[in-house]
């Protein structure tokens, strides 16, 4: 069964494509909203849409069943090989993530922190990753973040940070921030913001 049945879905191909047998930027939006009408909705609409040349997709998280980490440790002794043992709806979006070139993790901020659907999405990570280096499905991903929120940016900041340090621990690429503060609808469809998002999609692609 499918549990994933509502991602938007969208293919940006013109401009890039030089062949049949050419490769095609994959880029996944994991949306930790509750609102998919919402602001960080439309901005992530906006950014999709910048990302012409990709095959984009976005996954909504909140309404799946995603556990947080129980640090079971069986990912850790090889058992698993890039899954984890806790059988919820995580388990389709490791191969989607594993599959993806770029990944942009999206949330509006709720109390200076992701959404709790985005938090337990991010610790699942964890199972892509062994100590003994036996294998490490996040190396060389490129990661973003998109975030709304109601106040100024730097309510991102520990966010923001935790990633880069995740990034640097796990071997992806940190690939960049766009925050839009004081979100409104008009305020993501400004000609500043509508500038910012072509330019973070300029930057995730860049040199691809």
């Known amino acids: ?12 191909i ?22 998919r009408n919402g602001n960080t909705a439309e901005l992530t609409k906006c950014i999709a849409e910048c990302l012409r040349g990709c095959d984009v997709e976005e996954v909504f998280l909140d309404g799946l069943s995603l556990s947080g980490c129980k640090n079971c440790g069986a990912c850790q002794k090889g058992a698993m090989e890039g899954r984890c043992s806790v059988e919820d709806d995580m388990i389709p979006l490791y191969e989607k993530f594993v599959e993806s070139d770029a990944i942009i993790l999206a949330s509006p901020v709720y109390m200076w922190s992701f959404t709790a659907p985005a938090v337990a999405f991010l610790t699942r ?15 060389g991903k490129r990661i973003a973040l998109a975030f709304t929120m109601g106040d100024d940016e ?30 409104s609808k008009d305020q993501i469809h ?19």
């Open 14 to 35: 013109w401009g890039r494509q030089s062949g049949p047998s050419a490769h095609i930027m994959k880029v996944t939006i994991f949306n930790g909203t509750p609102r």
């Open 154 to 183: 730097f309510v991102a900041a520990q966010m923001v940070n935790s990633v880069m340090f995740f990034c640097e621990y796990f071997k992806a690429e940190y690939a960049g921030t766009m925050c839009v503060p004081f979100a």
């Open 190 to 208: 400004r000609h500043l913001y509508q500038e910012k998002a072509k330019d973070f999609a300029a930057a995730l692609i860049a040199s691809f």
């Open 1 to 12: 069964m499918d549990p994933l049945p509502a991602n938007r879905r969208s293919e940006y």
């Open 125 to 139: 990570l964890h199972a892509l990753y062994t100590e003994d280096h036996s294998h490490n499905f996040i190396e």
